[in-house]
């Protein structure tokens, strides 16, 4: 009796054991199941987040492009705009600049537009390009150069802008040094007028848009001229987008171009608005003296337009000498010394006294409106440019 008691107990102890085994495997197996599935899950969501990342930022840009084209921008393709310049013919080429060749164009609707067709290519300049074209689609001011649209096609690049007509203002300002044999040399009242609007297009891009948009390459050649000489900035924001080429025409991501740079800029690469600033300096000197930033084959002393101009213009004597011949002295001496003061502010070497663009425009708007008021309407006066053929129009074939 005793020893089946045992036999039992033995039978029983296995049996227990046997289930602890058991169900210690089955325990231990659904742990590594469960686990392997956690793993299986983690990775799952992870891929599908990463999937989801790459579609976002690809709706992103074309978002970009999208948002831009809903604000007016067309977007054309690459055979549009060959058919628009006449396949890219030299015959339409209006300018060479620092990123490529610009071409005069007429749209299907007739609209005449110029084609600026990008040198670089590759991927990140496309990336930047996007950039760039939302940037410009968000910046309207009658002081601005408008953007039209744009095509990026594979690796062509190509903003499209209104057309011109009177081209860059140095075309009119230097006509013996540039290709245009009959641009017309601009009066007093004109250059103030450019002055102002120029200004306004600083202003604009300085004071009334956030943040801030530094223009970094602000020159004569960007300021062009419309049929009546009326002045629009541009290449804003597109200085970046600059080619690093040195030498030849300078328009580089840090030196901006040679005799424009404001020195902090140069020596440290701090850019700030009061950079544009000393740059719209140089351009009230340029159309004060009709001299270029920097000619080297000038006497010495006379080569960089800023060091030769600054001490003469606070001094009502020696500022008539650095006036531009062209303008045979057609301009009152009280309004010179009032530009003059203007200049040599904005071309401190000091950032912090130079003044604020909106500060440039008050101080000249009092000057064009009293020429308004005083306009000689008709007069023969030897400067009267605006109903005559304009540089761009005179002499090149049209398409
Ligand atoms: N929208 C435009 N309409 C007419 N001419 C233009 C236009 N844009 C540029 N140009 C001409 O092409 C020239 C080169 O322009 P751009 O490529 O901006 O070079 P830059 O670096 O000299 O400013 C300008 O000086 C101007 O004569
Ligand atoms: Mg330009």
């Not at 990336?127 to 002081?143: A, D, G, N, T």
């Not at 209104?162 to 203002?169: P, S, T, V």
């Not at 103030?192 to 848009?209: C, N």
Request: a neutral charge; hydrophobic letters at 40%.
């Amino acid at each position: 009796m005793e020893v089946e008691e045992d036999e039992y107990r033995r039978k029983e102890r296995i049996a227990l054991l046997i289930i602890v085994v058991v169900a210690s495997v089955a325990v231990a197996a659904l742990l590594v199941a469960f686990s392997y599935y956690c793993y299986i899950r983690n990775r799952v969501s992870k891929r599908r987040s990463n999937l989801q990342r790459a579609d976002n930022e690809d709706k992103g840009g074309f978002q970009n492009l999208q948002v831009a084209a809903e604000k007016g921008l067309q977007v054309f393709t690459f055979k549009q705009l060959h058919s628009a310049t006449g396949g890219f013919s030299k015959s339409n080429v209006v300018g060479h600049g620092g990123f490529g060749l610009v071409y005069r164009g007429v749209l299907n609707d007739g609209r005449k537009v110029a084609v600026k067709f990008m040198d670089q290519a590759g991927k990140q300049g496309e990336e930047e390009f996007k950039v760039e074209v939302e940037l410009l689609s968000r910046l309207r001011s009658p002081y601005l150069l408008a953007l039209i649209g744009y095509c990026s096609d594979n690796n062509h690049k190509l903003l499209v802008y209104e057309f011109m007509a009177n081209g860059g203002l140095q075309v009119h300002l230097y006509p013996a040094s540039s290709d245009n044999p009959i641009s017309l040399k601009l009066d007093w009242e004109t250059r103030l007028g450019i002055a102002l609007e120029a200004a306004k297009g600083l202003e604009y891009l300085h004071e009334h848009v956030s943040p801030p948009v530094i223009h970094r390459d602000f020159k004569s050649s960007n300021i062009l001229l419309d049929i009546n000489f009326h002045a629009k900035v541009s290449d804003f924001g597109l200085a970046k987008l600059g080619s690093e080429k040195v030498g030849g025409h300078v328009s580089t991501r840090v030196l901006g171009t040679q005799g424009y740079v404001a020195p902090e800029y140069a020596l440290t690469g701090h850019l700030t608005t009061k950079s544009d600033v000393y740059s719209y300096g140089v351009v009230l000197l340029e159309l004060l003296t009709g001299r270029v930033p920097v000619d080297m084959k000038r006497p010495s002393g006379e080569g960089v337009l800023v060091s030769w101009a600054l001490p003469r213009l606070t001094d009502r004597d020696k500022v008539v000498e650095i006036m531009d011949p062209a303008l045979e002295g057609q301009y009152s001496m009280k309004e010179v010394i009032q530009v003059a003061a203007i200049a040599a502010m904005c071309v401190q070497p000091e950032a912090d006294y130079r003044p604020l663009m909106a500060d440039v425009v008050q101080s000249l708007v009092p000057l064009v409106k009293t020429h308004r008021s005083t306009s000689k309407v008709g007069s023969c006066s030897s400067f009267q440019v605006t109903k005559s053929p304009t540089a761009h129009e005179f002499g090149k074939a049209s398409v």
